[in-house]
């Protein structure tokens, strides 16, 4: 199960700092303050395993109802 966790959170950082705008506006304004990898690490690590699975699913499957 961690290697499956691991998979996630790498693919959402991936994401996050190919497309900086999909970060929430709280987070995209500490971009002016912090690196990019430093604003992408908090926003993930600010997240919960359901929150995390459900960004995984509306980035990588958009199309599935959940």
Same mark, same amino acid.
């Given at each position: /199960?961690? %290697?499956?966790?691991?998979?996630y959170i790498e693919a959402l950082f991936n994401v996050y700092m190919e497309n900086l705008k999909q970060l929430p506006p709280q987070f995209y304004a /500490?971009? %002016?303050e912090f690196p990019p990898e430093?604003?992408?690490c908090d926003y993930i690590a600010g997240m919960t395993d359901r929150y995390a699975q459900e960004e995984y699913?509306?980035?990588f499957y958009p199309y599935t109802r959940m």
């Open positions: /199960m961690q %290697e499956k966790a691991k998979r /500490m971009l %002016e430093r604003v992408v699913a509306r980035l």
